[in-house]
T-cell receptor, first 115, second 109 residues
Framework: IAGITQAPTSQILAAGRRMTLRCTQDMRHNAMYWYRQDLGLGLRLIHYSNTAGTTGKGEVPDGYSVSRANTDDFPLTLASAVPSQTSVYFC??????????????FGPGTRLTVL | GQNIDQPTEMTATEGAIVQINCTYQTSGFNGLFWYQQHAGEAPTFLSYNVLDGLEEKGRFSSFLSRSKGYSYLLLKELQMKDSASYLCAVRDSNYQLIWGAGTKLIIKP
């Protein structure tokens, strides 16, 4: 593994189904993020985690949940998918060490379609 | 509310220079980022500005004026591979990134 990986690459899901998007990083970054990207809109933060064991809500958290059991993994769960959750989902990570740029690095994305 | 504005689309010619502007209104300021995103791919980091002035990195430069809430990304000697979307993002007082919708840059031969 090099950087950030996401799975699946794409998924078509029936409305009402539960779905977990996986994200794994091998850079030992302390912070991780989930964004959704929709046409004509900027990336919107769903949830974030500043360190293992802690999570926080972003701009659009409703309908999504996350967990951060360890440094490397940050799964995103849709408990009961709805069509408005059709989007491209990006996971990102950064090394929030203070004094640096804390640049976020992105995974390749998951394209999710909810019918 | 918080707002990042950038043009939706720009067109330029191979070998030329293009400037992509970004204006922002955010609750606090802790740095401004530019990312490049090719169609169907992830955003990749280009530049970071936290102090006023110009940061140069090869063919790409980024400028910041905090008093004006303004930044630009300057791309020189344009190549066809520079066709992509360019995303401006500001880190606010909560240390979260606020993103613009991106500028799609089309390069013509």
């Amino acid at each position: 593994i090099a950087g950030i990986t996401q799975a699946p690459t794409s998924q078509i899901l029936a409305a009402g189904r539960r779905m977990t998007l996986r994200c794994t990083q091998d850079m030992r970054h302390n912070a991780m993020y989930w964004y959704r990207q929709d046409l004509g809109l900027g990336l919107r933060l769903i949830h974030y985690s500043n360190t293992a064991g802690t999570t926080g809500k972003g701009e659009v958290p409703d309908g999504y949940s996350v967990s951060r059991a360890n440094t490397d993994d940050f799964p995103l769960t849709l408990a009961s998918a709805v069509p408005s959750q059709t989007s491209v989902y990006f996971c990102a990570s950064s090394d929030v060490s203070g004094g640096g740029t804390d640049t976020q690095y992105f995974g390749p994305g998951t394209r999710l379609t909810v019918l | 509310g918080q707002n990042i504005d950038q043009p939706t689309e720009m067109t330029a010619t191979e070998g030329a220079i293009v400037q992509i502007n970004c204006t922002y209104q955010t609750s606090g300021f802790n740095g401004l980022f530019w990312y490049q995103q090719h169609a169907g791919e992830a955003p990749t980091f280009l530049s970071y500005n936290v102090l006023d002035g110009l940061e140069e990195k090869g063919r790409f430069s980024s400028f910041l004026s905090r008093s004006k809430g303004y930044s630009y990304l300057l791309l020189k000697e344009l190549q066809m591979k520079d066709s992509a979307s360019y995303l401006c993002a500001v880190r606010d007082s909560n240390y979260q990134l606020i993103w613009g919708a991106g500028t799609k840059l089309i390069i013509k031969p």
